[in-house]
């Protein structure tokens, strides 16, 4: 089925769309919303033009589903247990491009709103950082020990999402912002499957944090997941890459300063959700809203209120 016109294309857009046009076949029999907005989509976005070009029937399926993004949509898209890690990245990088496009289109089309599309951008980002971080700790885990607990329960990477991805409010260039924590219950738990290598739980984590950063952000054919900034971690970039809950905590107390404050107000938690109550509960909550800053603030208040009074 070749693309039609819309009835209401600009003049200074005939010539973009003829050459759209001319590329032949590009609508693999769509219905609906789909059919009827492909070729002010394809028009007006090079970037949904070429993937729907190398994946056309997968885009044109996820298209079709005006279902909510969900984490199990992702799950069931992505498919990298038997991967190898190229295989891996390769995977990754194709479940992106199509569910961006997806995206992307939806919001052109008039499909989403604003809302919708910074939340499906988000989703989107959480669950290909899960899936990489879960692969990952696979990979890391046939090489070395995996911490467990004092139960023998395996204690997985905490990835802490920062800037707009903690927002829920990414855009479709952003870079992420992750810092990387573990449960101190880790530090005494060095037993587990994997090989015989003796190690601190500190490096498994370390190379779990590494692999995960190269899934994501090392540049192949298929182009990268997301750029990952992990410099908002304690002391920065001349900071460990991977930090204890424990660490954390001492390090906001001892040096943790004003922006830092402000930054972590839209942090949470993409991986190791059953550890949020100790990280936000325990560390985050304290450290932004401190409890001298409360009183000295209510002091301020009355003191104002109180010269009021008098004059």
Do not use: C
């Not at 001319?22 to 219905?31: H, K, M, N, Y």
């Not at 949904?48 to 399926?61: I, T, Y």
């Amino acid at each position: 089925m070749k693309l039609s016109a819309p009835p209401d294309l600009p003049t200074s857009l005939q010539a973009r769309f003829d050459r759209v046009a001319d590329l032949g076949e590009i609508e693999p029999g769509w219905s609906g919303d789909a059919a009827a907005t492909a070729a002010r989509v394809v028009t007006i976005s090079d970037f949904v033009l070429g993937v729907l070009r190398q994946f056309p029937s997968e885009l044109a399926a996820r298209v079709a589903d005006a279902a909510p993004l969900t984490r199990e949509t992702l799950a069931t898209s992505l498919d990298l247990e038997s991967q190898s890690e190229a295989g891996a990245m390769t995977e990754l990088r194709r479940v992106r491009q199509i569910e961006l496009a997806r995206i992307a289109w939806r919001d052109i089309a008039g499909l989403a709103d604003l809302d919708t599309t910074l939340a499906e951008l988000s989703l989107l980002a959480d669950g290909l950082i899960a899936a990489a971080t879960s692969f990952a700790a696979a990979e890391v885990a046939k090489r070395q020990r995996v911490p467990r607990d004092e139960a023998g329960k395996a204690l997985p990477l905490l990835v802490l999402a920062m800037g707009k991805l903690g927002g829920g409010e990414l855009n479709f260039s952003s870079d992420v912002d992750l810092v990387f924590l573990y449960p101190d219950a880790a530090v005494a738990a060095d037993s587990g499957e994997g090989s015989d290598e003796p190690s601190e739980p500190e490096t498994y984590y370390l190379r779990v944090a590494q692999l995960l950063i190269k899934l994501l952000d090392q540049k192949t054919s298929d182009g990268f997941v997301y750029r990952v900034d992990a410099r908002l971690r304690p002391f920065g970039a001349s900071g460990p890459l991977v930090v204890s809950v424990a660490s954390f905590e001492s390090y906001l107390v001892q040096h943790g300063r004003d922006w830092e404050r402000y930054a972590y107000v839209k942090a949470r938690l993409i991986t190791g959700l059953e550890f949020e109550r100790d990280v936000f509960d325990f560390v985050l909550t304290p450290f932004v809203y401190r409890r001298w800053s409360s009183r000295r603030i209510r002091r301020r208040t009355l003191s104002a209120r109180s010269g009021e009074g008098r004059s």
